[in-house]
């Protein structure tokens, strides 16, 4: 696809909506009903498939008709075979290299890391809340006593993490995080981007490549416990990730483990702020936190939508789908479907609960590729806000300002205050 000279009406054209409304920006769930009314499947003026239904998406994820690249087929952007992530290939390089990153990314790590994570929340709601210290001045021109929820816990939480998991020095984190936000930013397609932005991301994905390499240099000489070690040391059969899979994965569980994560806690929190009775009862029920993080999930999920491609000629919904024809899958819309849950727009912390038959959320994907750091996600998601609404936290009422992304759904900021 060329570069928009319009880029909100050629969106629109390929989308079907214009990502850069401003309304749009800050509730897209009408807009996806609207969309949604006008049929399950719907294909826009330059012939992109396009569909807000829970049950195709469901089908289409799990189904093996159709994946990431066909030959002959398009993406968004074109990424050079060197840099692609098992997340964007089909069987069998997916199944051999997601099986290779299963073996060092394990549940076992993931809990190991529960009372470092505890510790790190408390370590940044209590500077967040402390009134006497400087820190708390998180904008210019922002109200004394008002924190940045965003700044202050969502953004610093996952970035420790990932960083310390690949052994990333305290000193580096704001390298990481400036890679993170310039390639989370190139998850959007290319005909959305300024050439600035796509031009940063490319090199954010270069400069960041490099560091990991240097890092995997120090691993193999000098072994350490953690994921980037275990990683370089991973082995089956005498099958290893070669250098350039081993930096794609890195790419991949950087963005996947900093920025969802971000959107979820931010996402989360404004949920649970805007209802007070939701708030009550999520306070009341520290043991059905695991619960509520899930429908908070279904509820306005950190990433939105995917794509996928027809691997063969084959039908969907009854429609005939020609081989290498894009799908785009309003995941965030398909949570929202009223054919698959019931009163989808109103918040129930209880709809995950025992007991209940709610259908699985999208928001982590499906099928093979289902996310593999969804395990770390939902824990830091979990601490976070159960930790955080230990505390008497407060929407200042000042106006929300989310991120210009189309694929992932987050805040700029989240201002708030701390009450005693």
């Known amino acids: 696809m060329e570069e928009a000279t319009e880029p909100a009406v050629e969106a629109a054209a390929v989308l079907g909506f214009d990502p850069s409304d401003p309304a749009f920006r800050a509730d897209p769930y009408p807009r996806y009903r609207a969309l949604a009314a006008g049929g399950r499947l719907q294909r826009t003026s330059v012939g992109l498939w396009v569909t807000a239904s829970y049950e195709l998406c469901e089908r289409v994820l799990r189904g093996a008709d159709f994946g990431h690249r066909p030959e002959n087929g398009g993406l968004w952007r074109e990424i050079p075979p060197r840099q692609r992530s098992f997340l964007l290939m089909d069987p069998p390089g997916h199944t051999r290299l997601r099986g290779l990153v299963s073996k060092a990314f394990t549940p076992r790590l993931v809990e190991r890391l529960r009372p470092r994570i505890e510790a790190l929340v408390d370590g940044l709601l209590d500077a967040a809340s402390d009134p ?31 960083s310390e998991m690949l052994g990333v020095p305290a000193s580096d984190r704001g390298l990481i995080k400036g890679w993170s936000d310039s390639l989370a930013r190139g998850l959007d397609p290319d005909f959305l981007l300024p050439g600035e932005e796509i031009a940063r991301r490319d090199r954010a994905r270069e400069e960041f490549g490099e560091y990991v390499r240097a890092l995997a240099a120090e691993r193999r000489a000098e072994p350490r416990d953690d994921l980037l070690g275990a990683l370089v040391g991973v082995s089956e059969g005498g099958d290893v990730l070669s250098e350039d899979e081993l930096v ?23 949920a649970l702020l805007r209802d007070p009775e939701c708030l009550a009862a999520f306070r009341a029920r520290p043991e059905a936190v695991p619960a509520a993080v899930e429908e908070l999930l279904r509820y306005d999920p950190p990433v939105q939508l995917t794509l996928r491609a027809a691997l063969r000629d084959t039908e969907l919904d009854g429609t005939p789908i020609e081989r290498g024809r894009l799908i785009l899958l309003l995941t965030g819309a398909a949570n929202r479907d009223p054919a698959a849950f019931e009163d989808p727009d109103r918040l129930d912390l209880l709809r995950y609960a025992g007991g209940r038959d709610t259908p699985r959320h999208l928001s982590f994907g499906h099928g093979i590729h289902y996310c593999l750091g969804a395990p770390l996600a939902r824990l830091e998601g979990q601490i976070a806000l159960r930790k955080l609404f230990e505390r008497d936290v407060a929407l200042t009422g000042e106006p929300l300002d989310y991120r210009e992304n189309l694929v992932l759904r987050g805040l700029r900021s989240l201002p708030v205050t701390f009450r005693s």
Do not use: F, K, M
């Open 132 to 162: 006497s210290a400087e820190s708390r001045a998180t904008g210019a021109g922002r109200a004394p006593g008002t924190v940045d929820l965003i700044a202050a816990l969502a953004y610093p939480l996952p970035i420790i993490v990932i």
């Open 248 to 270: 794609a994965t890195c790419v991949l569980l950087l963005v996947a483990g900093h920025e969802t994560t971000v959107n979820l806690i931010g996402n989360g929190a404004l």
